[in-house]
């Protein structure tokens, strides 16, 4: 079945740093995919998503990239802010729009 | 728009005791979804919606009920409370123009804190 594997956290950066979060999928067919960010004390919220292969996604500085080559969709982002500390999930629809979430990826970002 | 709201925010259940977590969204989305999500962990799918009068078992259903008597409306009961299921409850909502399967951005409520003692 469709799933999602996302590398394990935490992840603890200095500000400034440069970030990156792996997540390869396995899926039939070419589902959109997305990564969702969850801060402390709330709910979920979509980050970005690409529906198509090679399509880039980006959204306060963070980016990611469709790779139907390698089935992979890492995060990345140039330079972290304290205010980036939060957990990342990593998640595709089956064919009938259930979501595959990744374990989730603490990053804490450090002054 | 007020998107997903969710009450209560936190709740202290005893053993067997019953509750309703109340969800509602205003994007009138035909999609909706109920996760849960344990310390330290991603979301589970507890049921979802496709639609009013249609709702179809998730990942981990035992010991929850739903019911989707309407578009804005998703309450998720419990029936006889157990320590497993303290957690975090996360309703969501999304859009489907097709038949089957909603590729669209899920939209989150801000969840709430279930503690079962």
């Known amino acids: 079945g469709d799933s999602v594997t996302q590398m394990e956290g935490p992840v603890t950066l200095s500000e400034e740093a440069f970030l990156t979060i792996n997540c390869t999928y396995t899926a039939t067919g070419y589902p959109s995919l997305f990564w969702y960010v969850q801060y402390p004390g709330e709910g979920l919220q979509l980050l970005l998503k690409?529906?198509?292969?090679?399509d880039k996604g980006s959204n306060k500085g963070f980016e990611a990239t469709y790779r139907k080559e390698t089935t992979s969709f890492h995060l990345e982002k140039g330079s972290v802010q304290v205010s980036d500390s939060a957990v990342y999930f990593c998640a595709l629809p089956d064919s009938w729009g259930k979501l595959q979430f990744g374990a989730g990826t603490q990053v804490v970002v450090t002054p | 728009n007020a998107g997903v709201t969710q009450t209560p925010k936190f709740r202290i259940l005893k053993i067997g005791q019953s509750m309703t977590l109340q969800c509602a969204q205003d994007m009138n989305h035909n999609y909706m979804y109920w996760y849960r999500q344990d310390p330290g962990m991603g979301l589970k799918l507890i049921y979802y919606?496709?639609?009013?009068?249609?709702?179809d078992k998730g990942e981990v259903p035992n010991g929850y009920n739903v019911s989707r008597s309407t578009t804005e409306d998703f309450p998720l009961r419990l029936e006889l409370a157990a320590p497993s299921q303290t957690s975090v409850y996360f309703c969501a909502s999304s859009y489907s123009s097709g038949r089957q399967g909603s590729q669209e951005t899920q939209y989150f409520g801000p969840g709430t804190r279930l503690l079962v003692l």
């Open positions: 919606s496709v639609g009013a009068g249609i709702t």
């Open positions: 690409a529906t198509k292969a090679d």
